[in-house]
């Protein structure tokens, strides 16, 4: 291993290997705090043609490599194992922004800029890069790929996968894949890129991409109001489709529970409280008082038991707040088993339904935070008990997931929507995946990546 | 071979194989007429499932497989050689929409049915599924996906990968791998189906898929309007997009050429020329009235040379009509050296303005007939002489593909935006697609094919 470090050094400088555990100590503990690995050393590369030789080098001593972005991953998908002896390579020192094209709507930049650096960018061009999360600050966009990340703006702007027209990744030969060229159509052989998204690093190692820009929207409609129940909000989500088609931006649902919960941390935040509360969003180049008048107009002829039209921007921010607090509003209020699930919007009434029935049948007293994406099917689901401290929660959290996900599967529906699979998911994925998917996965695995050597542990 | 033809015909039933040349001529010359294959034989399966069990059946035989659909490739993807040895597989029998969920807003189809068909069912949910072909009643779904068809709503809508959520594929080895669950969100490994759109059946049979759907808009607003150049023509879609985001469904451009081509065949359609006539088409849920003022209010601030823009649905067909009869006039004025090439949006103009020259210099006197989807970067490029019949064009095809796809690939294009590669252009990809994603695609086809046994003598 001294050799390797040694030649490593030669390749990308001793000062960005850090060996040091107070220097690898930001690298080595997962967001969520559950995985704490030991590496080899963590990587710096500063450069794309770096990342390759490293990789080579990397092979001809058969040392692992754990991908790491801004190691935000809350499935511990970034995290090396506990043997010494797999290299995190972090690309944090690649954050250049490449190009802007405002007449392509293309955005080309370095896996390691943040999400934040990408949407500053965006900005400043004049344009809008859609994707939006709550780690947006510290998140690296080789991670957003890596994740195929979703967030409030899926609905109309999809997933990253869907935001992305070309990548650069190095194999996990060394060889480089080039192909950023911002094309909207291509049919000359297989789309490689996707291969890439969602991998988690386990084919290859993402360096930069090209990205979908949007015209930033002059105008916003902003609503929040109350329901009587899921079914109802999935009518409205597909009458408001109808009406106002990708005008339609966020469609984000909160359950009776969850409003509980913001209530304790947020008093203030809170307009009043519903059944479940749904948060719409248009998003126009027009007239702004037009397009309010048109959200106004739609509201007053429908049934709900309150309502709230934000007049203004600042009236807005605070409606979003509101969605956005829950994260840390729930880890206020304790622990719970969380779920990041999907199923089609059709199905999300059952899901809501039977699922907490089962819960409630086997684990009585249980309580279901749940909110998220509607407009995708996708619900973060969080559940944990009522009696104090939540003592022994974590004891059933198998048997949890074994009801929540068999509802999911029975309902066509997935385990894992936006957050990843990592290391946390990784027993139950081989439980609910179809086995022939599985195993095709694997088959691609072993073509690309026959030494196991790209983020080892993890799914694949 | 005769031993595998009877337990074919005891697997699929002997009135589903077909061999006499009467029965096999409409699966053997492609649609150009240019590739004339000698098969094998034609299986006619009636089920996902016989597919599976015939894959395992050739595998075991090492007979060839040529999946084909509606027979209305433009490359010769879906044409067997002139060996005898390889077996079409054609799935006109398995053409049932098995599911349509008007919630979730998705159809799930067999392959085997038609664009059109897809179109109906959908219609008759009151949705819209908006891929649009010339060939539309004649190609099938599966073919659609093999391709990554494109069409003029790609704008809005996407291609066809952007509007597949599910995909059922009998691999190679036939097993099935089943992956329909029209889901918007799922983070559960790779997305394999990315592997097989595309793919023009080279790494398995597709024979089912679950496709997005929308609303049916309730207005329209239609323009065609005449601009000095192509750099005009991409500011206006720019500004359109900003302004009505995607209620912008069609933005296509027709050159001074092809006006020419359609005065000659179609004088009355043809409201005005000018250097380049750009159709603009607005969709929208709301108000049709409302929906044209904005149109008419937007265009009424731009420099034109000319413009109408409908008022009523007669006359919003008649300018639909105007672009889709550029294909047929264009084969009334006889042959020509045909392109479907892409470049980025922002690089249209160079690649309009650089290439006619190169192609001027070299071979004076020709004639280049560009029309087609600008807003996707995507031109159908027609290269022919102005002296009569075009004597000895195709002599020259070779120099002047040469020259085109220079240009393109200079730009950062593509020389297949829409139509695939198939046989024709097999050539020119391994000349111009960058030769370490040549060499990967390999090993994915080495990886799910050893045998090498699907569609054979394409491009992989």
């Known amino acids: 291993m001294h050799t390797f470090l040694q030649q490593l050094a030669g390749l990308i400088g001793?000062?960005?290997?850090l060996t040091e555990p107070a220097d690898t100590a930001p690298y080595t503990l997962d967001w969520r705090r559950r995985y704490q690995g030991a590496p080899l050393a963590v990587a710096l590369p500063g450069s794309t043609a770096e990342v390759a030789e490293l990789v080579k080098l990397c092979r001809a001593h058969q040392v692992a490599i754990v991908p790491q972005g801004g190691n935000t991953s809350t499935c511990g998908a970034a995290t090396p194992d506990g043997s010494g002896r797999q290299l995190i390579v972090a690309l944090r020192r690649l954050r250049q922004i490449r190009q802007i094209d405002t007449d392509n709507d293309t955005l080309t930049l370095d896996a390691g800029a943040t999400?934040?650096?990408?949407?500053?960018?965006a900005e400043a061009a004049g344009r809008l890069f859609p994707l939006s999360l709550a780690s947006q600050g510290s998140c690296q966009i080789g991670g957003n790929l890596s994740t195929n990340a979703g967030g409030v703006a899926v609905l109309r702007y999809g997933t990253m996968r869907e935001l992305t027209l070309g990548l650069e990744v190095v194999l996990p030969d060394g060889r480089i894949l080039s192909q950023l060229s911002g094309l909207r159509k291509d049919t000359t052989g297989l789309d490689l890129k996707q291969l890439f998204i969602g991998a988690e690093g386990q084919l290859g190692l993402i360096t930069a991409a090209t990205l979908k820009l949007f015209p930033q929207p002059a105008a916003h409609a902003t609503a929040m109001v109350g329901v009587d129940g899921i079914e109802t909000a999935i009518a409205w989500l597909n009458a408001l489709r109808a009406r106002f088609g990708d005008r339609l931006t966020a469609f984000e649902v909160i359950d009776r529970n969850c409003q509980?919960?913001?209530?304790?941390?947020?008093?203030?935040?809170?307009?009043?409280?519903?059944?479940?509360?749904?948060?719409?969003?248009?998003?126009?180049?027009?007239?702004?008082?037009?397009?309010?008048?048109?959200?106004?107009?739609?509201l007053s002829r429908r049934d709900m038991s309150d309502g709230v039209v934000a007049q203004n921007e600042t009236e807005r921010r605070k409606l979003w707040r509101l969605r956005e607090e829950i994260s840390e509003s729930q880890r206020l209020d304790g622990p719970s088993i969380k779920h990041d699930i999907a199923v089609p919007t059709s199905?999300?009434?059952?899901?809501?339904?039977?699922?907490?029935?089962?819960?409630?049948?086997?684990?009585?007293?249980?309580?279901?935070v749940a909110f998220g994406h509607a407009g995708d099917g996708n619900l973060h689901y969080n559940v944990s008990y009522t009696r104090p401290g939540n003592v022994d929660l974590f004891d059933d959290e198998a048997a949890v997931n074994a009801i929540v996900y068999d509802h999911v599967y029975r309902l066509g529906g997935t385990l894992a929507a936006e957050h990843g699979v990592g290391q946390l998911k990784k027993d139950w994925l081989a439980r609910y995946k179809d086995p022939v998917a599985l195993a095709l996965m694997r088959q691609l695995k072993q073509a690309l990546d026959p030494d196991g050597l790209m983020n080892p542990g993890k799914w694949l």
């Not at 001793?14 to 290997?17: D, K, N, Q, R």
């Not at 999400?115 to 960018?121: I, T």
């Open 115 to 121: 999400l934040q650096e990408a949407q500053q960018a």
């Open 347 to 368: 199905a999300l009434p059952a899901l809501v339904n039977d699922c907490a029935a089962a819960l409630e049948a086997d684990f009585p007293g249980i309580r279901i």
């Open 260 to 298: 509980q919960v913001l209530l304790r941390h947020h008093p203030k935040l809170m307009p009043f409280s519903a059944p479940w509360l749904v948060l719409i969003e248009l998003s126009d180049g027009g007239d702004a008082a037009l397009l309010n008048d048109s959200l106004v107009e739609w």
């Open 14 to 17: 001793p000062a960005h290997i």
